[in-house]
Nanobody, 116 residues
Framework: VQLVESGGGSVQAGGSLRLSCTPSGLTFDTYLIGWFRQAPGKEREGVACIMSDDDEYIHYVGSARGRFAISRDIATNTVYLQMNDLTSEDTGIYFC?????????WGQGLQVTVSS
């Protein structure tokens, strides 16, 4: 399984960005997929996750709650992370992560930079 990410970039505080993650090589229909992030000098932390076949199974962590929205496109298996009202605290590398077949798989990471 591979996770292909796109999106990210630079934005001013208060702006929005959307990240995308498309898994390939899937052999399971049910899996947990979501986003982590790692700010400079800090540990990687969870942001949001969604179950591949149940969009009512959604969880947000910390400051993502209320500002970010995770969603999925059933036709393409693509998972989106819409990030709104961004602050400098959201700056970091964002990684798509999936728990499939008992294993964790990571994307290559996307840089998100929010300037104040």
């Amino acid at each position: 399984v591979q996770l292909v990410e796109s999106g990210g970039g630079s934005v001013q505080a208060g702006g929005s960005l959307r990240l995308s993650c498309t898994p390939s090589g899937l052999t399971f229909d049910t899996y947990l997929i979501g986003w982590f992030r790692q700010a400079p000098g800090k540990e990687r932390e969870g942001v949001a996750c969604i179950m591949s076949d149940d969009d009512e199974y959604i969880h947000y962590v910390g400051s993502a709650r209320g500002r970010f929205a995770i969603s999925r496109d059933i036709a393409t298996n693509t998972v989106y992370l819409q990030m709104n009202d961004l602050t400098s605290e959201d700056t970091g590398i964002y990684f798509c992560n999936a728990f499939i077949g008992g294993q964790f798989t990571w994307g290559q990471g996307l840089q998100v930079t929010v300037s104040s």
